[in-house]
Every structure is written in C-alpha cells, then in structure tokens.
C-alpha cells in the first residue's frame, strides 16, 4: 500500500521521538478539516521521527479503508479491536503480541454459546477479530452475566452506555499500548495518547500523558479528571490533539515558510485538469507554436466554452520537454486571448520518459484492460504506479496553486484518478468534481487492481463524481462498497432517458449519493454528446458535398456500411469482420449489393500492444476481400489511417447503416456523429450499436447487438441492409431528437449544475449544523 502525501513540509523541532497514540473515531477522524490536515502534515513528516499509534475499539478490516485517505496521516502501528490485535502500519502483525492475544482467546463461537441464555446481548454485525461486542442497555448487566464471562477467562468491557465488548483477560487498549512500547523498544519516547469515550479510559490509566479532546463523553472525563499529565482540550477532534501536542510541549505551529506555501491560492474560479493542452504544441524551426486541436468535434472545445463568458480560469495540462526543469520554460501561456482573455493554460514540463511510462505505457497496459473488462491484457509494474504517482502529485500541486479559494476544480479521466487525494490534502476548500470519460468495470474486474484501494480513496475526496451511464455509476458504487461501508443518500430511476432491462448495460435506479468514513460523495450519469451545430455546417459545406459526391460514385447504387474506430481490441474489429464475411456466406443475394467501409484510427506511436492486432485486420480484410471480390466490387473498402473530420461526415453521409460494435466502450460518440450527420443531410440512416457501448443505453431507436454472439452480429446486420424506408424514417428520427437535445454543451451545462447543486446543497447542510 502506498502512502499518498504531498511533499513534505519544513520540519519542526521539539519532538523527533513523539508517539501519539490516539483513538480514531471522535479523536484523529473529528475537528476542523484545518486542524486535521496540520495533524496530518505533523505526523507525515513535518516533525521529524515522530510516530503514531491508531489505538481503536474498531476490528482491523474496517480500518483499512483509512489506510487509502489522504486525508490522515499514515500510522506506524495499529491497535485495534480495544486491544485484541496489534499490527505494523502495513497489517504486519508485531512480534509476539499478536499471537499471545490469539492464544489467550476462547474463541467467538464459545464465547457466544456461553452468553446465550442473555437475551438482553445483541450481537454488533462489525468487522472484529479475539473479541465479541454487542450491544446491551444501561444496568444490564448481571452477576451472572459477569460470572459467566469470568467462567470464559475473559473480561468485560462497557461503554458509552450501550456498548459491551468481551475481550481476552487482561487485554485493553492501555495494556496493549504498554506491551507495544515494550516489545518495540519504544521507551525512549515521549508516549501521549488521546481519546474521547470511556472505551479510551485505560489509555490514560496506563500513566502516559494524555489528551481528552473537546466535546468528549463525561464519563471519561469525570473519571480521568484528577489523573496527573491530564490535558482536557476544548478543540474537538483533532484540533484537541493540537491544543494537548502544545500543552505537553510539542511544537505544532507550521513554520513561516510552510505557512506561506499553505496560504498560496490562485485567482481561477475553475480549473480544468486534463491531460491534454487545449492547442497542439509544435517546434516550428526551433520555436514552440500553438496550433488548434486536429479534432474539430472533441471534447477540448466545449470545454473551452465554460471560459468565454470572462470566468477566470486555468487549464492544467503537460508540455513535453527535454526534462521536468526545463531553461526558460513558460509556465503560463495565452490559449486564446480574444476568445478567453481570462483562461491560462498552466503548463507541467514532463519529459518523453514521463509521458511513455505515466500515460503509453502504464495507463494503456494496466489501468485500460481493466477498465474494459480485459484483465488477462493487463500488465502491473509497482515502478509504473510509482511514476503515475509522481505525475499526478504534479498535476495536483500545479492546480493547487491555480485555484481561487473555494473554487471548482474539475479533473478529467482516469489517467488522473489520483490527483483528488494529492490535492483534497493541499487545499480542503476546493470544490472537487471528476468525470470519468471511459466506462468503469464491474467491481470483481476494477479489484483486480493492485492499488484499488488507493484509486477508491482518492475519487472519495470528491465532492461529486460523473460517469457517462448509470451502469458505471452502480459499478462504482460496488467498488466502493468492498472498500468501506456505503450509507446510500439517494437513488433516482432511470427510466424513461435511459434503457433499463432492454440492454446489457441498463439498470432501473441509479445512486446519486453516498457517505463514506463522514464524506459525502454526490454521483451523477453524464453521457458526453456532439457538436451537432458543427455536424450540420460541415454537411452542408461545399468540400464535403463534394467528397459525399465522390463516395456515392464509388459506391454506385451499392449500400455502403460504415465503420470507423480506433485500433484497439476493445472496439471489436476483428469480430466485426467475420461477421461480416459470414452475411457474405449466408446471403449470397448481398454479394455486389454492400460495401463495408472500414476505417481504423491508427494508435498512437509506441502502442506496441495493439501491433498484433493491426496484422490480423489486414490478414482477414485481405481474406474477405479475396474469397468475394469481382471485377465491380469490392467488398470491404479498408482505410488504416486517420481521415479529417470533414472526410469523416462525408462517410457519415454517402453510407445507409452504421456498424458501431465494440467488445467495451465508454460511451462511442461515432455513434451520434453519425445520427446528426443523417439528420443534416435529411437522409434516414440506421444505426447498430453494441450492448456493450454506454450509448446503448441512450440511443433508443438504434438495433442492439451483442457483438460476442457472432450469429446474432450477422443476423442484425442483415435486418439493418434489409430494413424498410417507414422504420428507418421512424428510427432516425427518435434517435436524432436524443442526439440534438443532449448535444455537447448539454452535457458539459448538466455536469457543472450537478456540482454546483451539490455544493450548494452540502452549504445548506453545514449551515444548519
């Protein structure tokens, strides 16, 4: 497990052999979101050889969730169960101790055979290992009740008025304290320990200095209040750990130069992380220049729209350089000081190493199997995530200093899913919202991954979270549930906008909130759209009248198909094929009748993995083409490169069906390019969508397929060349309405009024506590 914080902070002095062992809950997980990241600063770093002991009435696999937040600091020692388990920072258990708990133990079972002629003991259904907690009401319990834990050579232990645990003899989170100091030959150091609860009283018992934080339970107070090195703070949480560190003489006021960097804000209201530049970068005789993005219906330009209106903003990108400190780099750059005169583009120099690891290599080869449900594809390298890390770190510090206080910081895709844990940390004022622009597996799937946990609790330190369908929605949700206990906050139905039982991806609710370890995380389904005022304006354009004219005569009366993806197994290519060969065999009346245009988006250079790929398209297209070709015809038209977008809606436009089937996708905005490019030219187009494409989900109207059923390709491509004029009319138009209403500056309009509803509800909340 890695540990996840920003870059250490000035070290302090007054406490390099400092062991605070605190109780969790109440303690080091309550105050002021100030106070517990200066908690969090001391003890990661910031006072040098300092330790800290999680000391918890919690069961050990609870607390692993806290392992993943940025938020708190990372213990050197665990004691949890009020004692019963003693483990390292990293679960290791320590020394003896932890199998002398084991063997003085009876046993849960006989424990519970023993007490269950008490009906009074309701079993607590919590994680727990060498103890048995219920609950039990004030006075209830009896002599017998006592002596037949007696009988069991066990003690009992009652708190806060309702809890009782049943814990080996002798076992207590104060003599569990002594024997760690002991077994790890921590004398020498200053030991403090914090609490709230009576469950906390033998901590104190123990003769450490102690720290009872603000607002705790008055039955510990009253029975520690005469106890000497005692220190009753008014604070709660951890800011009474702060008041008490001072009070026993450890100095926790942040240096002037670490209060400086803490107090550095920007001026940009929003700030949109992404990994890409909102221009190209080209080295034109020894000379950067800035030339528009090759896309002109991506995702760059729409959100480059949120900046026109005069909203000062910064977009957080990489430049690739010769090194991470390049001379005389321009951190700043203009991105278009007539359009958005108040946008910066904050730069972070990365070199060609930087990019091939964090984003070729280690996003491509492990993260992407994953996300597609390919993980026999994937590859895992601790040293790539070690790099992925260090990028994010960057791109989270670089926001950090962009944002204004309070202001929205919005991250793009997974290959910044760890930027929300560095930044949560560097600045709790933001506003974090994260859209994930792929689709997110089934949580059996997304485990596999060695660091999930850490990917869990960093998206967590969201304020809100979206995702292009509610399947991937309730997938994340799954996830989040092996990870720690979920309090559901709300559900929404999704019906009538999205398909439910009528597709692989349909759910009938979908989550919209959640509470996690106190935080609350809105969620939301965002399916990105198209420019379909662009679409329009490019059909009518007289060089793609042109291009569609040069299509048609190729073509020559025949019904072209067409098909355009990138190189990748997850669009499915060569399943595609065969089943298009296999229409070509079972229907000989299609031979000379369809033409299969098939474009394929080469990847980018230094894609290694799809290599393989590539040369088994070729084989089987020149398979195809071989077996069927005549003098006329050819019946797959292949194209292995990528087209201009006005190329693009020309093949839109010259073609009657749309085969859009990958194995996995996101979303696929192939799919609704087409629809408004039929609809611009005022033709009917029908279009086949896989199941497993998020936009399924969206596009009533389009033929579902399930592109790993190879009768079932074939036999929907066959009902698509053979549709009547009427339903492709009627279809076209349903789709077309969808398309048009949720165009792209919909989706990004929706996505930022969700945040913002969401902030201003969680305000409301606060206010009233």
């Not at 996840?4 to 309550?30: I, K, V």
């Not at 084989?619 to 005549?630: A, E, K, L, W, Y």
């Amino acid at each position: 497990m890695t540990a996840l914080m920003p870059a250490r902070p000035p070290h302090l002095s007054g406490a390099s052999n400092l062991l605070l062992a605190t109780d969790l809950d109440g303690t080091l997980l309550a105050g002021t979101s100030e106070a517990r990241r200066r908690v969090r600063e001391l003890f990661s770093g910031a006072l040098p050889g300092a330790r800290l002991v999680f000391i918890t009435g919690r069961g050990l696999e609870s607390i692993i969730p806290l392992l993943s937040d940025p938020t708190i600091p990372a213990p050197d020692y665990i004691i949890a169960d009020v004692g019963a388990t003693i483990v390292h920072g990293d679960l290791r258990p320590v020394g003896p101790l932890h199998h002398e708990q084991a063997a003085n133990w009876p046993g849960s079972q006989a424990v519970l055979r023993a007490l269950s002629g008490f009906p009074q003991l309701q079993r607590q259904t919590v994680p727990q290992e060498r103890r048995c907690s219920f609950f039990l009401a004030e006075g209830g319990i009896s002599d017998a009740l006592r002596a037949a834990v007696e009988a069991l050579d066990c003690d009992l232990l009652f708190s806060a008025g309702r809890y009782l645990d049943v814990l080996p003899r002798g076992v207590s989170k104060g003599s569990a304290l002594r024997r760690l100091v002991a077994a790890e030959g921590l004398g020498e150091a200053k030991v403090v320990v914090a609490g709230d609860t009576l469950n906390d009283l033998s901590m104190f018992e123990a003769g450490y200095p102690g720290i009872v934080v603000g607002g705790a339970e008055p039955a510990l107070v009253e029975c520690v209040r005469k106890l000497p090195g005692v220190f009753m703070a008014r604070a709660e949480g951890c800011g009474g750990i702060l008041e008490g560190l001072a009070h026993h003489g450890t100095l926790v006021e942040p240096s002037d130069a670490a209060q400086q960097q803490s107090d550095r804000r920007g001026d940009a209201d929003l700030v949109m992380v992404y990994h890409r530049l909102p221009f190209d970068e080209v080295v034109e005789d020894g000379v950067m220049t800035q030339r528009r993005p090759k896309s002109p219906n991506g995702i760059i330009p729409t959100l480059l729209s949120f900046f026109g209106g005069g909203q000062t903003g910064s977009w957080v990108a990489w430049s690739q350089q010769d090194s991470r400190e390049p001379d005389d780099f321009e951190s700043h750059v203009t991105v278009d000081a007539e359009r958005y005169p108040r946008l910066k583009a904050a730069r972070i120099p990365l070199t060609a190493e930087d990019v091939d690891l964090f984003y070729k290599k280690f996003s491509k080869e492990a993260f992407w199997p994953i996300i597609f449900s390919f993980p026999d594809k994937a590859e895992f390298h601790q040293a790539h995530w070690e790099c992925f890390l260090e990028v994010n770190r960057l791109f989270a510090e670089q926001t950090a200093r962009e944002a204004a206080e309070g202001a929205v910081a919005w991250i793009h895709d997974y290959n910044l899913w760890m930027v929300p844990a560095f930044l949560r940390a560097l600045r709790p004022d933001l506003k974090i919202a994260f859209f994930h622009h792929t689709a997110f597996p089934s949580s059996d799937v997304f485990n596999i991954l060695p660091w999930r946990r850490d990917i869990i609790g960093s998206l967590l330190q969201c304020d809100y979270v979206g995702f292009h369908i509610p399947r991937y929605v309730e997938n994340f949700v799954d996830a989040v549930r092996s990870f720690a206990p979920v309090e559901l906050l709300g559900t929404v139905p999704c019906a009538p906008r999205y398909l439910t039982y009528g597709c692989a991806l349909g759910v009938d609710t979908m989550t919209s909130a959640i509470e996690v370890g106190g935080r609350t995380v809105a969620l939301g389904a965002h399916p990105v759209g198209t420019d379909v005022g662009l679409i329009g304006r490019l059909a009518g354009s007289q060089p793609v009248q042109d291009n569609i004219g040069a299509i048609d005569a190729y073509l020559n009366g025949v019904t072209g198909i067409v098909s355009i993806e990138r190189l990748d197994y997850v669009k499915g290519s060569l399943e595609k094929l065969q089943a298009f060969e296999r229409l070509l065999e079972q229907h000989p009346e299609m031979l000379g009748k369809v033409t299969l245009l098939n474009i394929i988006t080469p990847a980018a250079p230094g894609m290694e993995i799809y290599e393989s790929l590539r040369v088994e398209v070729d084989r089987v297209v020149g398979r195809i083409n071989g077996r069927f070709s005549t003098l006329n015809w050819v019946p797959v038209r292949y194209f292995y490169r990528s087209l201009p977008f006005e190329e693009v809606v020309a093949h839109y436009a010259a073609c009657g069906v749309a085969w859009i089937t990958p194995l996995r996708d996101g979303l696929n905005l192939v799919a609704k390019e087409y629809i408004a490019t039929r609809k611009a030219v005022g033709k009917p187009g029908v279009l086949i969508m896989s199941e497993f494409a998020g936009a399924a989900v969206e596009l009533h109207g389009a033929l579902l397929t399930n592109p790993y059923d190879a009768n079932a390709m074939t036999a929907t491509l066959y009902q698509a060349l053979t549709m009547g004029h009427d339903e492709a009319v009627y279809r076209t138009g349903r789709l077309a309405a969808i398309v048009s209403e949720h165009d792209i500056k919909r989706w990004g309009d929706d996505f930022l009024g969700a945040v913002a509803r969401h902030t201003a509800a969680e305000a409301v909340v606060k206010e009233a506590a």
